[in-house]
């Protein structure tokens, strides 16, 4: 995934990440693929099965971040994506099975992060290790 996030130059502005242990590898692993100009955080919050948490917690990045990547844990990751994207081809691929290490990349036209919820935006891209060759 790490190859893959640099080829594409995936630069979020901000990372949000859970404490638990598996979240902070995981984004130990991708982080040199991430770019420079990034934020990140690591927060205790994050370490929830709960979507509500984290769209609550998504609701307080600043306006004037433009990006962000969350690395947390399943089940909320993927009910969060399945909540807050509503098109996109993969919607069904993301829907039967958010795998360890997927990146699912939503898009949304405009508004703030405090209206995320209100908004669906469109899955762009949804990538899992087995399409990478990785397992």
Same mark, same amino acid.
């Given at each position: 995934m790490r190859d893959?996030?640099?080829?594409?130059?995936?630069?979020?502005?901000?990372?949000?990440?859970?404490?638990?242990l598996r979240a902070r590898q995981t984004l130990a692993f991708?982080?040199?693929a991430l770019? !420079? $100009?990034l934020e990140v955080r690591i927060e205790p919050i994050l370490y929830t099965f709960s979507a509500d948490?984290?769209?609550e917690r998504l609701g307080r990045i600043s306006p004037d971040v433009t990006s962000a990547l969350l690395v947390g844990h399943n089940p909320a990751i993927e009910d969060l994506a !399945? $909540?807050?994207?509503?098109?996109?081809?993969a919607l069904a691929d993301l829907s039967r099975k958010y795998p360890t290490a997927g990146l699912a990349e939503i898009a949304f036209?405009?508004?703030t992060w405090d209206t995320?919820?209100?908004?669906?935006g469109e899955l762009v891209r949804f990538i899992v290790p087995r399409d990478l060759g990785e397992t």
């Open positions: 893959y996030l640099d080829a594409e130059g995936i630069h979020p502005e901000l990372v949000l990440c859970s404490s638990g991708v982080l040199p770019g !420079t $100009r948490v984290l769209i !399945t $909540r807050i994207a509503d098109r996109g081809d036209e405009e508004g995320l919820a209100d908004r669906p």
